[in-house]
């Protein structure tokens, strides 16, 4: 059975008091679930949301860090920092990091190995343009993607990595991948990882669909047999929203 997991990423939303009170509404209102519910505040709330949620099963994530281990790299923050004070999740390779920051495959690729190194679990990113899905091209990007972003990893490693699939057409535009699209694809990164690897590494991985995800289309697009949750955006910044989606599980 794979993990099903439903993730809030508020981006650079909420100020200290906006994380506590959104996290104090989440504490109280979220089911019991055999979902893991994971929400990734900024960094400079990250301390104050562990506290808040030290009696709650909810997780805290970083939404990306950087690859060295420490040094002279203005503004940025090391996986041991993150450790250092109870955060092991991280998101790497949000395609607004790739596409504002300039990330590519390659500095991804260094982020992953060390995230792993430090056995931190991994929710990696990655999804295609609008014109590549136009173009017909949206299966080799997506391929190319996950080669040069974690086929570096041993089979091993694969335990500490969780997928999200988010085509970038569908983030934060309202516009949705129909469930069967979303299905095709997660089948398609299933597959992927069968081959590079072995079924017992592609069927372990959750693969879960990002990109306006909200409360009316979650429950059609989770009950995809390849579809293990969801990596959730705007509809995250809202408890009743939140919520709703991790009971639509
Ligand atoms: C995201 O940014 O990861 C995301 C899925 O955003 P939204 O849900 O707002 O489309």
Redesign the pocket.
């Known amino acids: 059975m794979r993990t099903k997991i439903v993730a809030g ?1 508020w ?1 650079m939303n909420k100020n200290l008091e906006e994380t506590e009170a959104l996290l104090s509404e989440l504490s109280a209102k979220i089911p019991d679930t055999d979902a893991h519910v994971i929400v990734a505040p900024t960094f400079v709330n990250l301390e104050a949301a562990k506290r808040a949620l030290e009696a709650s099963t909810i997780e805290v994530a970083a939404q990306n860090m950087h690859f060295a281990e420490n040094g002279a790299y203005t503004g940025e923050i090391s996986a041991d920092m993150l450790m250092n004070i109870g955060v092991d999740t991280v998101i790497i390779g ?1 395609s607004e990091r790739r596409s504002y920051f300039g990330e590519t495959d390659d500095f991804l690729a260094k982020k992953v190995k060390t995230a792993v190194d430090k056995q931190m679990k991994v929710i990696f ?1 990655f999804g295609e343009e609008l014109e590549e899905r136009k173009s017909n091209n949206h299966f080799s990007v997506v391929e190319s993607q996950l080669k040069n972003g974690l086929f570096h990893l041993d089979a091993k490693a694969w335990k500490h990595i969780v997928l999200a699939y ?1 085509p970038v057409w ?3 535009t309202g516009e949705t991948a129909s469930p069967e699209q979303a299905q095709e694809m997660h089948a398609f990164i299933r597959n992927t990882i069968a081959k590079a690897y072995n079924t017992s590494v592609a069927n372990a991985v959750s693969i879960l669909y ?4 909200k409360p009316s289309n979650a429950t059609e697009i989770f009950s995809k047999p390849d579809v293990d949750g969801g ?5 995250s910044l809202n408890s009743d929203d939140f919520v709703a989606i991790v009971k639509a599980i």
């Open positions: 990423n981006k949000h990113c988010e569908a983030i934060g990002g990109g306006s995800v990596l959730i955006g705007g509809a």
